[in-house]
C-alpha cells in the first residue's frame, strides 16, 4: 500500500472558523457541497456489525499492524488490543472497519485529500 501524504491543513486556522464561516466555505466548495434536507433523508439507518475481525482484514490488505494503524489513523496498541480481544472497537470503529474491509483504496485516497 501507499504511504499517505503529510497533512498540509492549517489546523489553527480552522480552529479560528465561526460556525458561519465553515457553513459559507462548505457551500462553496464545488466538489463537495453539503447534503440537502431532502437527501440527508435518504439517508438509511445503519447497522453496524456487532463482531468484526479486524486481524482477518489486516491481513487481507498484506501489512503490518504498524503499517495498519499508520495508514488508518489509528494507534498501534488499539490494533493490538482487538486483535487480541481485550477490547472491542467502538460502534464507528466497527463501521469504519467495515469501510476499510470492502474498500480500502477509496478509504486512502479518501483520508489522503
Known sequence: ???MPKDKTNWSKVK???EKQIIVAAKSDPD???LTRTQLKK????HPPSEIDVKAIRKKLHVSQKE???YFGVS??????WEQHRRKPTT???NFLKVIE???KAVLKALAA
Request: hydrophobic residues 40%.
Open 1 to 3: 500500500m501507499k504511504k
Open 32 to 34: 463537495n457541497k453539503p
Open 76 to 81: 498501534i496498541r488499539t490494533i493490538q488490543e
Open 16 to 18: 479560528s472558523l465561526t
Open 43 to 46: 439517508f438509511k439507518r445503519v
Open 68 to 70: 495498519f494503524a499508520s
Open 102 to 104: 470492502k474498500a480500502p
Open 92 to 94: 464507528i470503529a466497527r
